[in-house]
């Protein structure tokens, strides 16, 4: 058996679904917690077919005893506060010394556009580069906060392990609307082959990791790539708890607006499965309906256009605590990760 996973196929009955009532991210506690975006609207039951590709489940054992019960309690809950206590203690005061760490290098024109590097002081050059991209329901959430390791504790763990980790803003819906996200992707893409190798990463060697809608940015700038006939330059992407799909029922009016005859032109999934670039999915099992429907939407296209797709569904794991554990003891995420980069990098 595999240190990170076991394999399973999910082949059981047809998954009915109904979107999650706004289980949206924030990079911060409650303390410093900006405001919670609106929720995507209700929508009917949505029938999902069943998954056919092999869907690799997390170690249990990985996640603390005490933390796994907490987990279990809170559940479903988006319970921002209480999940990132259980892992605040996990990172002491001057967590950070031992890295390089560069704040608020621009990227962009925006004032939102601003990104950190973080990477070890020994100056290694050419290491591969782990960009995480928030989530927080378009509207809300940063790469940072003061008063708390979130998320800094992403590049952190990156930096960890000999690479080099960055982290960004992006703009706000809704005065930023679709394609916004595209456009910041785009500039981060260029601003990163221009100045990445300065901190000691390499250029060639770009892995993107999106966070709940942080990933549908993602997502977006691969399908606009693929619809402009151009590469992703991108090395390999980890889409942890993301949406990739847009319907027939507004999902996510905020940023992609509520009229639903636009959303043909602005729904990802079709162009998404053409990518040049390799691909992971996770979700976890406290994780709201919608972003398990969204998983299989993406399972089931990879499939039907013969295409290979890493997969971790983790179990005992929440919307927020899969993301606020990296950095700590429990690997049941960053270990899958970590075998993606290295075996889609040169290194």
Not at 115 to 144: E, W, Y
């Amino acid at each position: 058996m595999n240190k990170y996973c076991v394999r399973t196929c999910i082949m059981a009955t047809v998954l009915l679904l109904t979107a999650c009532s706004g289980k949206n991210d924030s990079a911060t506690t409650a303390a410093t917690q900006n405001a919670t975006p609106a929720a995507p609207a209700a929508r009917a039951a949505i029938v999902v077919a069943p998954v056919t590709i092999e869907v690799k489940q997390s170690n249990v054992a990985a996640i603390p005893a005490d933390i796994s019960d907490k987990l279990k309690a809170i559940g479903s809950k988006n319970d921002t506060a209480g999940t990132a206590a259980l892992y605040t203690p996990s990172f002491p005061e001057g967590f950070l010394s031992t890295l390089t760490v560069t704040r608020d290098l621009h990227y962009g024109p925006a004032e939102r556009n601003v990104l950190d590097v973080m990477a070890t002081k020994d100056g290694a050059a050419k290491r591969p580069v782990i960009i995480f991209v928030h989530g927080g329901g378009f509207g809300a959430g940063n790469k940072s906060a003061a008063n708390t390791p979130f998320y800094d504790n992403i590049p952190y763990w990156i930096a960890s392990k000999g690479l080099v980790g960055v982290n960004i803003n992006y703009r706000y819906a809704p005065a930023s609307k679709w394609p916004a996200g595209i456009e910041d992707m785009n500039n981060l893409v260029v601003w990163l082959k221009a100045n990445i190798g300065q901190y000691g990463g390499d250029p060639s060697q770009l892995f993107f990791w999106g966070k709940s809608t942080g990933s549908s940015h993602i997502a977006d700038y691969l399908a606009d790539r693929v619809k402009q006939g151009k590469p992703s330059e991108i090395a390999g992407v980890i889409f942890t708890s993301g949406s990739f799909a847009l319907g027939d029922t507004p999902l996510w009016a905020n940023y992609y607006g509520d009229d639903v005859s636009q959303y043909p032109e602005r729904n990802a999934l079709p162009n998404l499965v053409k990518t040049d670039a390799p691909l992971m999915a996770t979700y976890a099992e406290f994780d709201g309906d919608q972003y398990k429907q969204q998983f299989a939407l993406l399972a089931n296209a990879m499939t039907a256009a013969g295409k290979s797709l890493d997969t971790l569904h983790l179990l005992n794991h929440s919307h927020m605590s899969e993301t606020y554990a990296v950095g700590t003891a429990d690997d049941s995420l960053t270990g899958p990760v970590l075998d993606f980069v290295m075996r889609h990098s040169s290194k």
